[in-house]
T-cell receptor, first 116, second 119 residues
Framework: GENVEQHPSTLSVQEGDSAVIKCTYSDSASNYFPWYKQELGKRPQLIIDIRSNVGEKKDQRIAVTLNKTAKHFSLHITETQPEDSAVYFCAAPPGLNSGGYQKVTFGTGTKLQVIP | GAVVSQHPSWVICKSGTSVKIECRSLDFQATTMFWYRQFPKQSLMLMATSNEGSKATYEQGVEKDKFLINHASLTLSTLTVTSAHPEDSSFYIC???????????????FGPGTRLTVL
C-alpha cells in the first residue's frame, strides 16, 4: 500500500513568515495530492490539491508544489496569520490501477503554530 | 462544496453498550463512504470503506464484528460500535466522495466527526 511521510511534525513561525510542510509518497502511480487543514475538534477541510499533470498550484497565500520524480509534494503558506494555526495533513491515494485505488493514506500531520 | 453530516456529534456511553453513528451526504450521492478514527494528536486512520449495496472493506486490524457498517443508500452509511469499551473512545469521522467522473479522483468531503466517550 501507499506509504506517506510528512515533515515536520510541529512547526512554529512568526506571523508574516512563510511555512513549508513536505510529504513524500511511495506509489509512483499516485496522481492526486490534497492538503487538509484541521482545527481542534473539527473536520479536515481541503485547502488545496494538485494533480500530477502540473508541478505547482497556487491559491492566494497557499501553494503546493509537486516533484513526481522525487515523489514528494510540499505545502507553502506565505504571510502566515494566527488563524493559519492548525494541524495540516497531506494525503496520497494510490494509483488508479492499484487494488486499493479508492483508499487515501494520510500523512502523520503537522501542527503549525503562528506566533503573533 | 458538498456537505456531509454526521450524527451524533458527541456521545457518552457505558462500557458494553452499542453506539450507532450516522453519516449522510446531503446534496450529492456517494457510492463510497469512508470511516476514520482519530486519536488525540494523531492522524486519521482509515477503518473501513463503505460501499453502497455491498459489504464494507475493513482495514487490517479492524474487527468487522465490532465495527458494523451498513451503507443502505447512496446518501447514508452507519457505523455501529458494538459492545463499546473505554479503549474505543475516539473521534470518528466519515467522508464521502461525489460520484464524479469515472477514473478520476475527486475531493473527499468530511463529516464533522463524532466524539465517542466510553465510561
Amino acid at each position: 500500500g501507499e506509504n506517506v511521510e510528512q515533515h515536520p511534525s510541529t512547526l512554529s513561525v512568526q506571523e508574516g513568515d512563510s511555512a513549508v510542510i513536505k510529504c513524500t509518497y511511495s506509489d509512483s502511480a499516485s496522481n492526486y495530492f490534497p492538503w487538509y487543514k484541521q482545527e481542534l475538534g473539527k473536520r479536515p477541510q481541503l485547502i488545496i490539491d494538485i494533480r500530477s499533470n502540473v508541478g505547482e498550484k497556487k491559491d492566494q497565500r497557499i501553494a503546493v508544489t509537486l516533484n513526481k520524480t522525487a515523489k514528494h509534494f510540499s505545502l507553502h503558506i506565505t504571510e502566515t496569520q494566527p488563524e493559519d494555526s492548525a494541524v495540516y495533513f497531506c494525503a496520497a491515494p494510490p494509483g488508479l490501477n492499484s487494488g486499493g485505488y479508492q483508499k487515501v493514506t494520510f500523512g502523520t500531520g503537522t501542527k503549525l503554530q503562528v506566533i503573533p | 462544496g458538498a456537505v456531509v453530516s454526521q450524527h451524533p456529534s458527541w456521545v457518552i456511553c457505558k462500557s458494553g453498550t452499542s453506539v450507532k453513528i450516522e453519516c449522510r451526504s446531503l446534496d450529492f450521492q456517494a457510492t463510497t463512504m469512508f470511516w476514520y478514527r482519530q486519536f488525540p494528536k494523531q492522524s486519521l486512520m482509515l477503518m473501513a470503506t463503505s460501499n453502497e449495496g455491498s459489504k464494507a472493506t475493513y482495514e487490517q486490524g479492524v474487527e468487522k464484528d465490532k465495527f458494523l457498517i451498513n451503507h443502505a443508500s447512496l446518501t447514508l452509511s452507519t457505523l455501529t460500535v458494538t459492545s463499546a469499551h473505554p479503549e474505543d473512545s475516539s473521534f470518528y469521522i466519515c467522508s464521502a466522495r461525489d460520484l464524479g467522473l469515472a477514473g478520476t479522483y475527486n475531493e473527499q468531503f468530511f463529516g464533522p466527526g463524532t466524539r465517542l466517550t466510553v465510561l
